[in-house]
């Protein structure tokens, strides 16, 4: 069906039919000739003059058609004119312009275009109230909907509501238990922080005591490290000395592998010590004699005095017999403190091993403590150990499926899906060389009678199992020509022109010899012990001076056997030596013992020459020390008798009087 537009209509006025068909599709019965025709049908308003003068609003009520009067035929004009004016006002009213009127020869006929932009908006608004009462009816729908989910929600919501304030009751009356349950808990935190707080103070207490203990055996180690670097330092000063007086003398560095520089270094280190602990006695002893002396000389003072006033000379003897005995207390004393020195050397020396070993041991700890921090650290967590777990359990499983597929594999092509993709490439390549992909164009019969032969010839049941044994063959193959060899070395050595079956007699027989060997060797060695105790029963019989004779010729070796042995022990050699070696390593010896003992006896020489003899010739009872060359304690006194000992022995002197001269041919 075809609609008409606005647009579509003509002004002028011989388009009433497009009119009424424009009026038909709004809904609108009116007729343009209805105009032409007033006498037939017309518009009329019921309305009195008074209603009009008061411009009161006028509804559509109040138009109603009716029938033409006579009046209006006769007056057409104004009657038309009165008859439009209540439907301007109307129009006016609601907010439409006003019908044009247009005077024509029948009377005044509403103007076309205002006619129909009137009925136009008419349209349009009835267009828009329908579409607003639509809305509103879908508004009401929507709302209607709303509402009973909003009736459902709050029913639910009371449901919720209830049941909450039944939880709340619950909770409420849980509160109260908890309450109850804090409070004992919080009496009991009390009592348990009371008891705390005491062994808190208790541990504080035994800290401060520990503190206290730790801090003065830091202080004791402290001390003891100082002494141990002294020490330290006090040996590392000795050997610093030592090594410079052997440079001294011998013009070169010691060295380590040679017995005769250690042995030379050891004496000086020896010497050095005796001459340090010869210096502290004797300024000890210079001056505890310093002492003595000053009383010495107020004590010959006081005698003098005494003498020449004629007192008797017993006090004399009574006090030199004093001063003796304070002597002998004094080195009594002094034996004393030397001893507790000892000791608390050797203390140090204990205390300084325990910290040695304590820092060993507290190394070790951190060491092992650093290992473990390292373990603990290293350790998987949980997560990634059941993570393991799992992905073992998947491996273990697909494991037993490729084994079971294996197993199961009947033909090659089964069997190379499960093989590495190396092994394929090499077995193409190796197939491609050997020209082997032409087998494929060989007969079935064939192929299975070669295959039968092989396995056959292999004694295999399988056909997977023909290249591991091809392997084997293989490597065996490869080992014959060295079993060859082998075999033809075996046979040389054993004869040149034996065959192989007598070569196993051979060695046999050969392994028993060696047996016999064995058990000869053993003969032959008691033989020997019984003849040389034999013969050493013969020339202990024999009796005579010939110095020729078994008896003297047979000790005269075993005691050069006796003296070579002793020899090389000494001189830390092998049994096996021979004796130009010992001769030559005791000449060496000799040497540098020599060289040693020279340039002691060289130093001991210019040392006594460059001391001067201030002794006085006087040794009368009334002796007096006046200088400290003349103090010789009785540990020097020793001292040099050691060393005169020593000398002896070296140069081979029988007597004191001998070492001069000895020396001076040296």
């Known amino acids: 069906m075809n609609s008409t537009s606005l647009s579509d209509l003509d002004v002028d006025h011989a388009s009433s039919a497009s009119v009424d068909r424009f009026l038909l599709e709004h809904g609108i019965e009116f007729s343009s000739s209805s105009m032409e025709e007033e006498k037939e049908t017309s518009f009329s308003l019921q309305l009195t003059d008074s209603r009009l003068e008061r411009d009161e609003p006028l509804t559509l009520d109040d138009f109603s058609p009716m029938r033409p009067t006579e009046a209006s035929a006769v007056h057409p004009s104004t009657s038309s004119e009165s008859a439009w004016r209540p439907l301007n006002s109307l129009l006016a009213q609601h907010g439409f312009s006003p019908v044009e009127l247009v005077p024509t020869a029948t009377g005044l006929l509403p103007k076309m275009d205002a006619l129909y932009?009137?009925?136009?908006?008419?349209?349009?608004?009835?267009?828009?109230?329908?579409?607003?009462?639509?809305?509103?009816?879908?508004?009401?729908?929507?709302?209607?909907k709303k509402q009973t989910k909003v009736e459902t929600s709050l029913a639910?919501?009371?449901?919720?509501?209830?049941?909450?304030?039944?939880?709340?009751?619950?909770?409420?009356?849980?509160?109260?238990?908890?309450?109850?349950?804090?409070?004992?808990?919080?009496?009991?935190a009390d009592s348990d922080q009371k008891a705390y707080k005491l062994q808190k103070t208790k541990l504080e207490q035994q800290l401060k005591m520990s503190e206290h203990r730790v801090k003065a055996k830091e202080a004791l180690v402290d001390r003891l490290q100082v002494k141990l670097q002294q020490v330290t330092d006090k040996d590392a000063a000795a050997k610093s000395r030592t090594r410079h007086v052997f440079r001294d003398i011998h013009m070169r560095e010691p060295r380590r592998t040679s017995a005769a520089d250690v042995k030379a270094l050891e004496l000086i280190a020896m010497y050095e010590h005796d001459r340090d602990k010869m210096e502290g006695e004797i300024r000890s002893l210079q001056s505890q004699v310093q002492e003595l002396c000053c009383d010495v000389r107020d004590k010959e003072n006081v005698l003098l005095r005494q003498s020449s006033n004629g007192l008797p000379k017993h006090r004399e003897d009574a006090f030199v017999e004093r001063l003796e005995a304070a002597r002998l207390e004094q080195e009594q004393s002094a034996r004393k403190l030397r001893q507790q020195e000892a000791l608390i050397q050797d203390k140090v020396a204990k205390i300084d091993a325990d910290l040695r070993a304590s820092k060993q041991v507290v190394a070790d700890l951190r060491d092992e403590n650093a290992n473990l921090h390292l373990e603990v650290q290293s350790r998987p967590s949980?997560?990634?150990?059941?993570?393991?777990?799992?992905?073992?359990?998947?491996?273990?499983?697909?494991?037993?499926?490729?084994?079971?597929?294996?197993?199961?594999?009947?033909?090659?092509?089964?069997?190379?899906?499960?093989?590495?993709?190396?092994?394929?490439?090499?077995?193409d390549k190796q197939n491609a060389k050997l020209h082997l992909n032409r087998l494929s164009t060989l007969p079935k019969e064939a192929c299975l009678e070669v295959m039968q032969d092989i396995c056959r010839q292999l004694d295999l049941t399988d056909v997977t199992l023909i290249g591991p044994s091809v392997a084997k063959l293989i490597s065996v193959v490869h080992a014959v020509p060295r079993m060859e060899k082998f075999i033809r070395d075996v046979c040389a050595c054993v004869q040149p022109s034996a065959a192989i079956e007598k070569v196993i007699p051979t060695l046999t027989k050969w392994k028993q010899n060696l047996d016999q060997l064995e058990s000869l060797q053993a003969y032959a060695a008691q033989i020997n012990a019984a003849l040389m105790k034999r013969t050493y029963e013969n020339v202990e019989d024999t009796h005579t001076n010939d110095p020729l004779s078994p008896k003297e010729v047979f000790l005269f070796v075993n005691e050069m056997n006796n003296a070579l042995a002793s020899i090389k022990e000494a001189l830390n050699l092998r049994k096996s030596s021979i004796v130009p070696c010992c001769l030559q390593t005791?000449?060496?010896?000799s040497a540098a013992t020599t060289a040693s003992v020279t340039s002691t006896l060289q130093d001991l020489r210019t040392a006594l020459q460059q001391t001067p003899s201030t002794r006085p010739t006087n040794t009368s009872e009334s002796y007096v020390v006046t200088s400290k060359s003349d103090i010789v304690g009785v540990a020097a006194v020793r001292q040099q008798h050691l060393t005169l000992t020593k000398l002896k022995q070296v140069l081979g002197a029988q007597s004191t009087d001998e070492l001069v001269p000895r020396a001076t041919r040296y």
């Open 117 to 144: 932009g009137v009925v136009h908006d008419l349209i349009s608004q009835l267009e828009r109230r329908g579409q607003i009462i639509q809305d509103l009816v879908l508004d009401s729908d929507i709302n209607a």
């Open 156 to 188: 639910s919501s009371g449901k919720h509501v209830a049941n909450v304030t039944d939880a709340l009751e619950r909770s409420q009356l849980e509160v109260q238990s908890l309450k109850t349950q804090l409070e004992r808990a919080s009496a009991k």
């Open 382 to 427: 949980i997560r990634d150990y059941k993570a393991t777990q799992r992905r073992v359990m998947l491996l273990e499983r697909q494991l037993h499926d490729q084994q079971v597929a294996v197993t199961h594999a009947n033909t090659l092509d089964d069997l190379r899906q499960y093989m590495g993709t190396a092994e394929l490439i090499y077995r």
């Open 586 to 589: 005791q000449r060496n010896l």
